[in-house]
């Protein structure tokens, strides 16, 4: 810990001693204090810089605040919410929705891209795994979120041009690229909105989860 930290730490000690356990700092006190630690405790890294941590946006520091005082969102504020977010949807610039789901299984198992130690033009993985399962014979995977195998088949997407499949290919398009759309403090990274996969990428993992000749599928 630098001597800049705990300059800080000790600024926050002497704050929360100050307040009294009767009438202790506001919210808004703790994020700016906070805020200076983050600050002061981390550094610019190769790819990876500070500005990542501190520069929030409304939904975040809805969901963070929501965190810290140890209940959800309202109903109002979550819907208010995922409307914005769900404007902020990029979708297909040609249209097309469903990619190559073997590109798209390459970016679900990489865990590579924006990392301290990755070059600046490293290209980003999805980190999918890490989460969730994909595929029944996969050993290892992540359960943070549900288990994705057999997406679209449950979904009755029989085929990747099917027209009556439309609402369900949409949503996973607008799932993967923000997933706040959908569910205002979902855990799940927003991948397109966010800059971590591009357009084709998200094209490609929406193959992954859609096609019927997808392992995700069989």
């Known amino acids: 810990m630098n001597k800049k930290t705990q300059l800080v730490l000790a600024s926050l000690t002497t704050a ?22 983050v600050k002061t405790s981390f550094r610019d890294e190769g790819a990876v810089k500070v500005e990542r941590i501190t520069a929030t946006d409304e939904t ?3 969901c963070s605040d929501a965190d810290v005082a140890g209940k959800p969102l309202d109903e109002k504020t979550a819907k208010a919410i995922e409307e914005a977010n769900f404007k902020a949807i990029k979708w297909p610039s040609d249209g097309k929705f469903i990619g190559d789901w073997k590109e798209g299984e390459k970016i679900a198992q990489s865990g590579r891209g924006l990392t301290w130690s990755d070059a600046a033009n490293t290209v980003n993985g999805g980190n999918c795994y890490n989460c969730h399962q994909m595929d029944k014979k996969e050993i290892s995977y992540g359960t943070i979120g549900p288990s994705l195998y057999n997406y679209g088949k449950i979904r009755g997407v029989s085929s990747p041009d099917d027209p009556a499949s439309k609402a369900i290919v949409e949503y996973t398009w607008g799932k993967v690229w923000n997933a706040k759309a959908y569910n205002a403090c979902s855990n799940m990274p927003r991948a397109g909105h966010m800059g971590i996969l591009n357009e084709t990428q998200v094209r490609h993992v929406v193959g992954l989860l859609l096609d019927p000749k997808s392992p995700v599928n069989q």
């Open 60 to 62: 975040n520091r809805a």
């Open 16 to 37: 929360l001693v100050a307040a009294g356990c009767a009438s202790g700092p506001s919210l808004a006190e703790l994020n700016a204090l906070t805020d200076k630690i």
